[in-house]
């Protein structure tokens, strides 16, 4: 990316493989666009798809060989301008076929394991980040609960958030709301009819999002279904 910032470079940076001087380009690049912040939101839930995958061969490649794999894929994926979702579709195939569990290394900007902990291994990026960060606990509705882990960054907010007590079948949103009463999605998802974190589905959900305004210009944050339900909202 030595000669400019390319909005195709948005899925390589959702899966790590930026070098340290393209990455900090690059998060200078979004705080200015807001097509790629939305599209880095959106295959922020690729990495996490992708988390955890076990072995379909017996003698799988080292980790280093198929990061190297990654990288000459998002190196031709730039050549052919084909976009970003070409990367993501590339490094499902990959993991796929190598039979590993990258984990956190997926997302550039994700912490290390959790301290102490067997099961941080097998945490998906967002449900990582949460553990490891400090959440503001949000007020539901209905016996919905749930929170937030936020971390400002040079392009804007990086929220992680931790939804249960919501059954479906919903689609909801993650959506930021400013000081001035503008509002901007930051994600959104389908809650299946089991549910999360509900009697038959205990499990959480735990999701990525991106917002380009600062932390301090935010002032809450809702979960909202596509219906215009509130059910859960975070203050900043």
């Known amino acids: 990316m030595s000669q400019g910032v390319e909005h195709t470079d ?22 200015t666009c807001e097509s790629c912040t939305a599209e880095l939101a959106e295959l922020s839930g690729v990495a996490t798809a992708l ?16 990061l190297d794999l990654l990288r000459r894929r998002r190196a031709e994926a730039r050549r052919s301008r084909r ?8 490094a499902a195939v990959t993991l796929l076929a190598c039979g590993i569990t990258i984990g ?4 550039g900007d994700t912490p290390g394991t959790v301290a102490g902990s067997e099961h941080a291994g097998h945490l998906g990026p967002a449900e990582q980040f949460y553990a490891e960060g400090t959440p503001v606990e949000g007020t539901g509705v209905d ?13 804007g907010t990086h929220a992680a958030l931790r939804l249960a007590g919501v059954k479906g079948p919903l689609e909801c949103e993650l959506v930021a709301v400013s000081r001035s009463g503008q509002r901007k999605i930051m994600t959104g998802w389908s809650v299946p009819p089991s549910g999360y974190g509900v ?26 279904t596509t ?3 509130t059910l859960l909202t975070v203050k900043a």
């Open 227 to 229: 219906a215009g339900k």
């Open 199 to 224: 009697p038959g589905s205990p499990d959480p959900l735990y999701m990525h999002g991106g917002s380009p305004w600062p932390l301090q210009q935010i002032d809450h944050f809702e979960v909202n």
């Open 10 to 31: 948005v899925g390589a940076y959702a899966l790590g493989l930026l070098e340290e001087d393209d990455r900090r380009a690059f998060e200078a690049h979004l705080s």
């Open 51 to 66: 988390t955890g995958m076990g072995p379909v061969e017996e003698d799988p490649l080292p980790e280093e060989d198929v």
């Open 143 to 155: 016996g919905v609960t749930g929170g937030l882990v936020l971390e400002s960054k040079g392009w």
């Open 83 to 90: 976009g970003t979702m070409v990367i993501a579709a590339a």
């Open 104 to 107: 956190a290394r997926l997302g």
